[in-house]
């Protein structure tokens, strides 16, 4: 699997990966967000509850992935970019998906998730929350549609353990539970380090080298 290195090329995937979850899962349907990489100690990403970006004619929300976050699993960064879509399609369809200062995630939020094919589970004081981690049809979404994984970040190697602030709701791991470790494999060549994920155990030869993957 390829891995992007450059922030101008991350912001593009991240676009792109929208635009596509956009037309698979909504039909098109979604406005389109300025997508931001800032820095958001805690949460995964956010989307604003409001069109608080403004371009020639019209206004838009902002949805941001988290800088410390950005070169998280590719099946983590799809159920981000997912969970902060069934967000801003609750808001402009006037649909009450959050509750109590827009911290916890309601029934609703859980039904329009797993239409999405997003693993809900249960996260104590912030209802239902998702996980890309373990998440098979994301894994193989993703490789697919042969994205690159994004392999750049900001600050030290963090995961979250909570969910977005007010108004922002945000991917994360519940408070006071564990991850589920990842059922993805992934493989390298020894030789010229090109990669494959793969969702269970598997023999692949790199045709460039003539050299068999191992599992890293």
Known sequence: MKETTKMSRAVGQLEKMYNTLNTDFWGGALPLPIITVQSKPGTYGHCT???VWKRKDSETYEMNIAAEMLDCEIEELLD?????MVHLYCRE???QEVSRGGKYHNGKFKELAEKCGLVCIKAGQYGWNTQGTGNDKLTEYALEKGWSEIRISRGSVWRPISTGASGTAAGGAPVGGGRQ????RKLQCPCCKNSVRATKAVRIMCMDCNEQMLQV
Do not use: V
């Open 49 to 51: 509850t409001g069109k």
């Open 80 to 84: 981000t970019l997912l969970h902060e």
């Open 93 to 95: 369809n006037g649909i």
């Open 181 to 184: 470790p990842s059922s993805t």
